[in-house]
């Protein structure tokens, strides 16, 4: 095929792709509305796209970007001269090599379970159990008060099978921050690791502080806390395959890391679970969080914020409530109205909204999940005006037609749904009362073979 057939091909097949910079999706993207950002973004992901992250010591600029992408995430989380870091390409990975390190460091401090374990409230990112899916550890979900982990469930759960203690800052439903200072000095007390999964709020929540919001300390200040996740490809507005994982110190970095000297090829040492990578995406990290600096990134934030606000207090007006305090990028907002009709109504006007069921042991209503990014500001108003459109639009599916599709058993017909967008598909959690869960991710999984068959 020529050059031009093939431009055809890739502006066709993006046709039905939401726009990332419209603006109109929350979460999946942190659009800042800047085009400068993305033309320096640009321009170091093309010209280090070639390069391999495999070896250090071949592609020097890797190190030297690594170094100042990590420097920079250290700063921001109060790491002293001891914290040391690795880049990865995403949080997902930044969580898998800190419950490896964990792991390591449990076995050489001749930890004794077999299966060790790893505290969690119920809100922690599911990258948790898929590192302890691949990793042979078993995750132990502990309640929540209020949106947040319930300090009593951690101290009376931790023993001497605990390999790490595992929180948010904040955590992705609620945007809750964990109370981190409470539960990492009972861990300090036991002698048990305790990881942050900032990787949502690690860009943002300190820039939030320094424009004068109360933001629980989740950082290294807190003495207990012994690694953290951040992710640039979110509030570091970096392209997307950018997260740093940051250690307390050397010796658990250490633990993080996979080296091989058996091979007759190469000395392999990985400090990430991937070996060849491309440079681009570090270099892109490395060039917006110089471009933008502590100053930039300030002044984005505040920007979130201020959406933030409109959105909520408007919403408010809606007869919309938050489920939990409100003080991060996050809001999760309940109402009486029919949520799915409502998500289903603003795809319709052009809005991606994400709907997430409710916990009834801990009395939280079914709720509409939000992340807020900075180019929200400037749609704010005209999200309100659909908010209010939607709400009284009448719904093509209601949750009550949903519920009894799947009480009868009507798989087929919800997928299809699903497939031609008549129907959100967060609706799939919302089912598990009436499907059970091993058959609600026997069903994912045969929507994704077909989709790629
Ligand atoms: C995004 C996120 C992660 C990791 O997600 P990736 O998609 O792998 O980057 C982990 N924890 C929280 C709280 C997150 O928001």
Sequence with gaps: MSIDEIIAILE?????????????????????????????????????????LLDFTVFRSAVFFEKEVVGFAKKLMHGNDGVVGSYTFGGTESIMLAVKAARDYYRKREGKAEV?????????????????????????????????????????????????????????????VDPVEDIAEIARDKNVLVHVDACLGGFILPFFEMLGEKVPVFDFRVEGVTSISLDAHKYGYAPKGSSVVLFRNPELKKCSMYVDVSSPGYVFVNQAVLSSRPEGPLAAAFAVVKYLGMDGYKELASKVLS???????????????????????????????????????????????????????????????????????????????????????????????????????????????????????????????????????ELIKNVVIEWFK
């Design 12 to 52: 066709s097949a993006e046709k039905e792709d939401l726009n990332p910079h419209s603006g109109k999706l929350f979460a999946y993207v942190y659009e800042t509305g800047d085009e400068n950002i993305r033309k320096v973004a640009q321009e170091a992901l093309v010209r280090f796209a070639e390069k391999n």
């Design 307 to 441: 959406a933030r606000n409109k959105i909520y207090h408007g919403m408010k007006k809606l007869g919309f409530e938050s489920v939990g305090k409100v003080e991060s990028s996050v809001l999760s907002l309940y109402s009486d109205a029919d949520l799915l009709g409502f998500v289903n109504n603003m795809k319709k006007l052009g809005w991606q909204l994400h709907l997430q069921k409710g916990l009834k042991d801990y009395s939280i209503p079914d709720n509409i999940h939000l992340t807020l990014s900075p180019v929200h500001d400037s749609v704010a108003d005209s999200f309100l005006r659909d908010a209010e459109k939607a709400i009284e639009m009448k719904a093509e599916v209601d949750s009550k037609q949903i519920y009894a599709m799947a009480e009868k058993g009507e798989f087929a017909e919800l997928i299809r749904g699903i497939e031609d967008g008549r129907i959100d598909s967060s609706v799939i959690p919302m089912l598990l009362e009436s499907i059970p869960e091993e058959i609600a991710v």
């Design 116 to 176: 060790p374990e790893i505290l969690a409230p119920i809100t922690i990112h599911p990258a948790f159990c898929k590192a302890a899916h691949y990793l042979g550890l078993k995750v132990v979900r502990l309640p929540v008060e209020e949106t947040k982990a319930d300090v009593n469930a951690f101290s009376e759960a931790i023993s001497d099978k605990t390999a790490l203690v595992a929180i948010s800052a904040p955590n992705w439903p609620y945007g809750t």
